[in-house]
């Protein structure tokens, strides 16, 4: 069973920056595909970004060039770096495991099993 914990999140004004963390449990191996998603009151889960066993990474079209995730293996930790934040950033940004999926490049929730409780991001105007 892996466990995630999510940090980081809180209130900036736009064009701010966050960096959310999310720390797995020890059993989480480096060879997991790892995404950060998020979900805005009213609207429907959308994949934020992923890296994988091999550190490829994918993002949404809507956070390129903003935002970058990593990942801390010795740490067993994911990263969501988040630069000129906008008004539409806001949501719940939830950090996510595919046990049997290192090898995909996906921000697809289908090819994740483990979630985090999520952390908050609020962007002011």
């Known amino acids: 069973q892996v466990q995630l914990v999510e940090s980081g999140g809180g209130s900036v004004q736009a064009g701010g920056s966050l960096r959310l963390s999310c720390a797995a449990s020890?059993?989480?191996?480096?060879?997991?595909?790892m995404g950060w998603f998020r979900q805005a009151p009213g609207k429907e889960r959308e994949g934020v970004a992923s890296?994988?066993?091999?550190?490829?990474?994918t993002y949404a079209d809507f956070v390129k060039g903003r935002f970058t995730i990593s990942r801390d293996n010795a740490k067993n930790t994911l990263y969501l770096q988040m630069n000129s934040l906008k008004p539409e950033d806001t949501a719940m940004y939830y950090c996510?495991?595919?046990?049997?999926?290192?090898?995909?490049?996906?921000?697809?929730?289908?090819?994740?099993?483990?979630w985090g409780q999520g952390t908050q991001v609020t962007v002011s105007s």
């Open positions: 020890r059993y989480t191996s480096s060879r997991y595909l």
């Open positions: 996510a495991a595919g046990q049997e999926t290192g090898w995909l490049e996906s921000i697809e929730a289908e090819w994740y099993n483990y």
């Open positions: 890296i994988n066993s091999v550190g490829s990474t």
